[in-house]
């Protein structure tokens, strides 16, 4: 109740006089809660109500007294977290054991119906199948450029499909520390319209009809989509901690908390500042016992879920990456190799329908008969640079474009051209 309270005052304070339903609203909690720190903060003289209708306390407005503003900075002095109240870490513990990735249901047919959308050999299929039945580590690898960030998309689609939508919390309370999860640049919300429905977003008087009642939901998490998160030569050790802040004294969740009940791929593994058996180091226990163990400033430990499909992708050669004790750690390696000519060619139409460019199957075989054939090895992202270069040709030129041998030459010319 007295963080509850802090929480409340520190409200009052940023936003000035507020009804008791936008009290609830900011906080995302039911009324009949906020209500009862209301009183405890009234006796004590720390808030006043301001006006008030018949409709009940729900529509009265508070204000903080200047006792209450003084007892706000000390609040904020202590934490500057301002927003929807946390969520016990336990509750967070809990319901990430409920939205595991692990036991998803998986098959042939659901895994190429979530992979209709990308172009991979058949048989990659029988590979990844395997892995995310066992929700265990992958570990791909192979020349750049033929899909390894697309596995993870769409590996991604299918745990969207067939797993669910997830909930994660706004912020998370452990040893009395605030931790923000929610993360709108990573967390893609499903619930909006529903939030919408139930007056989180529109009048006053829709808000308080809703916070009177305590509904089935508990509106200090958001549904979303399973998350994809993807690092890549950025990622540092750092990333890999609870985020602090000095000025707000709070934290935010590293990028792997975020990623629960998702994807979290580690692209250009080897390239990264940190080297790369620190960084392997670092996923040991993670690996292997599917939790991980995070420091506060105090130095206090706690544990958290890693419940996720995580992903190593890298071009470099494993052997100079890894030893043998890491790679016993990562259960299934799966190799991309460059696309055959046939699919190649699929993955050329793809991309043309994709920017409704008429297709023409004799400019692949102009690619290779030019390129690919003379020893230069094609890739899976070669449609998509080539065509990116021919619309941006045209667009100078001011040229409708129109696929010519020419066109797609001076587009290999600008983007085979050797440095």
Same mark, same amino acid.
């Given at each position: 109740?007295?963080?509850?309270?802090?929480?409340?005052?520190?409200?009052?304070?940023?936003?000035?006089?507020?009804?008791?339903?936008?009290?609830?609203?900011?906080?995302?909690?039911?009324?009949?809660?906020?209500?009862?720190?209301?009183?405890?903060?009234?006796?004590?003289?720390?808030?006043?109500?301001?006006?008030?209708?018949?409709?009940?306390?729900?529509?009265?407005?508070?204000?903080?007294?200047?006792?209450?503003?003084?007892?706000?900075?000390?609040?904020?002095?202590?934490?500057?977290?301002?927003?929807?109240?946390?969520?016990?870490?336990?509750?967070?513990?809990?319901?990430?054991?409920?939205?595991?990735?692990?036991?998803?249901?998986?098959?042939?047919?659901?895994?190429?119906?979530?992979?209709?959308?990308?172009?991979?050999?058949?048989?990659?299929?029988?590979?990844?199948?395997?892995?995310?039945?066992?929700?265990? *580590? !992958?570990?791909?690898?192979?020349? /750049? &450029?033929?899909?390894? #960030?697309?596995?993870?998309?769409? %590996?991604? $689609?299918?745990?969207?499909?067939?797993?669910?939508?997830?909930?994660?919390?706004?912020?998370?309370?452990?040893?009395? *520390? !605030?931790?923000?999860?929610?993360? /709108? &640049?990573?967390?893609? #919300?499903?619930?909006?319209?529903? %939030?919408? $429905?139930?007056?989180?977003?529109?009048?006053?008087?829709?808000?308080?009809?809703?916070?009177?009642?305590?509904?089935?939901?508990?509106?200090?998490?958001?549904?979303?989509?399973?998350?994809?998160?993807?690092?890549?030569?950025? %990622?540092?050790?750092?990333?890999?901690?609870?985020?602090?802040?000095?000025?707000?004294?709070?934290?935010?969740?590293?990028?792997?908390?975020?990623?629960?009940?998702?994807?979290?791929?580690?692209?250009?593994?080897?390239?990264?500042?940190?080297?790369?058996?620190?960084?392997?180091?670092?996923?040991?226990?993670?690996?292997?016992?599917?939790?991980?163990?995070?420091?506060?400033?105090?130095?206090?430990?706690?544990?958290?879920?890693?419940?996720?499909?995580?992903?190593?992708?890298?071009?470099?050669?494993?052997?100079?990456?890894?030893?043998?004790?890491?790679?016993?750690?990562?259960?299934?390696?799966?190799?991309?190799?460059?696309?055959?000519?046939?699919?190649?060619?699929?993955?050329?139409?793809?991309?043309?329908?994709?920017?409704?460019?008429?297709?023409?199957?004799?400019?692949?075989?102009?690619?290779?008969?030019?390129?690919?054939?003379?020893?230069?090895?094609?890739?899976?992202?070669?449609?998509?640079?080539?065509?990116?270069?021919?619309?941006?040709?045209?667009?100078?030129?001011?040229?409708?474009?129109?696929?010519?041998?020419?066109?797609?030459?001076?587009?290999?010319?600008?983007?085979?051209?050797?440095?």
């Amino acid at each position: 109740m007295g963080q509850l309270g802090d929480l409340v005052l520190k409200t009052l304070y940023v936003h000035g006089v507020l009804q008791g339903a936008d009290l609830g609203r900011l906080t995302r909690l039911p009324f009949n809660i906020i209500d009862e720190s209301l009183r405890t903060l009234r006796d004590q003289k720390l808030i006043e109500v301001a006006s008030g209708d018949l409709v009940g306390r729900i529509s009265y407005r508070f204000g903080l007294t200047e006792v209450g503003r003084n007892r706000a900075r000390d609040a904020f002095e202590n934490c500057r977290y301002v927003g929807p109240a946390p969520v016990p870490v336990e509750r967070y513990v809990e319901h990430c054991r409920l939205q595991h990735v692990t036991g998803t249901p998986c098959n042939p047919a659901s895994l190429r119906t979530a992979f209709k959308d990308f172009v991979i050999r058949p048989s990659m299929l029988d590979d990844l199948g395997p892995a995310v039945c066992s929700g265990k *580590s !992958i570990f791909v690898y192979g020349p /750049p &450029g033929n899909g390894k #960030t697309v596995v993870a998309k769409g %590996l991604g $689609q299918f745990l969207n499909m067939y797993g669910g939508e997830i909930y994660v919390p706004y912020a998370i309370q452990a040893e009395n *520390s !605030i931790i923000t999860v929610f993360d /709108p &640049g990573i967390h893609q #919300t499903t619930d909006d319209a529903d %939030l919408s $429905q139930r007056g989180m977003a529109t009048s006053s008087n829709e808000q308080s009809s809703y916070l009177v009642h305590d509904g089935p939901v508990d509106l200090r998490w958001r549904r979303i989509k399973r998350p994809v998160v993807i690092t890549g030569g950025e %990622l540092t050790l750092d990333m890999l901690e609870l985020q602090y802040s000095q000025t707000a004294n709070y934290y935010a969740a590293p990028l792997h908390i975020k990623a629960n009940g998702g994807v979290f791929l580690i692209d250009d593994f080897g390239r990264q500042i940190v080297r790369p058996k620190d960084l392997l180091n670092r996923w040991i226990v993670p690996l292997e016992e599917r939790v991980d163990y995070l420091t506060l400033i105090t130095g206090r430990k706690f544990m958290l879920p890693f419940e996720q499909l995580i992903i190593f992708s890298t071009n470099l050669d494993p052997k100079d990456l890894v030893d043998d004790a890491f790679l016993r750690r990562i259960k299934h390696k799966i190799r991309i190799d460059p696309p055959t000519r046939e699919l190649y060619a699929v993955i050329f139409q793809l991309v043309s329908r994709q920017r409704d460019i008429p297709y023409d199957e004799s400019i692949v075989d102009s690619l290779f008969r030019k390129y690919y054939d003379q020893g230069r090895t094609p890739r899976s992202s070669d449609p998509r640079d080539l065509l990116d270069l021919a619309q941006s040709i045209c667009r100078f030129h001011e040229q409708p474009l129109v696929l010519t041998e020419e066109l797609i030459d001076e587009c290999a010319r600008r983007f085979f051209g050797e440095i």
